[in-house]
């Protein structure tokens, strides 16, 4: 009777101290093997918004209008509201990096520190943005038994610095859902 207990017990040794993992390997950004979780902002999430919403500004002559081009665009503060601590910068460097290849702007991101030095070396005849660009991350949490839908919305808004008045809007909502496990480890 031992035997026949213990027969099962150690055929099944190997595989639970080998587990059930994968060797660590890279992914290619953006790829159907990217981890999607409801319970943060992942990267890809980062990289769509920012994506789809420069595509939108570009499409419109909003930023086109300007004395001197390309445009100067100062690229303000991101606000959190969201659960998490996240890294705005992951959202504002996408965006300004797609800006400043389609050639039609520039950036400068609001640095208290570096404004400072270059008021005192520059003087006050330095350029003053067309534009700023600000916005807001926030995430919306829906559960129904042991399912959860998380929605992270990103808004932005282009003000005219001139005129102070916005120009643009965009707000692209990233959704996630999933289950929970039943049995976690």
Known sequence: MKTIILLPL????????TGCGTDAHYVQTGDKEQIISTGQINIQDYSTAASLAVQKLLGTSAIDKV???PALIEISRIINNTSQQV???LLTK???IALLQSGRAVTKTVDPLAA????????????VPDFTLSGKIIETVDLAGDTKR????FQLSLNDT???VQVWEDEE???????RATVGF
């Open 87 to 89: 890294d705005t910068d």
């Open 173 to 179: 909502q990233i959704g996630k859902q999933g289950t």
């Open 67 to 69: 004395a001197n081009p």
């Open 94 to 96: 996408k965006i300004s």
């Open 150 to 153: 998380t929605t992270y919305s």
């Open 116 to 127: 400072a030095y270059q008021q005192q070396t520059t003087g006050a005849g330095t350029r």
């Open 10 to 17: 150690l055929a099944a040794a190997p595989l639970f101290f």
């Open 162 to 164: 001139r005129a102070g």
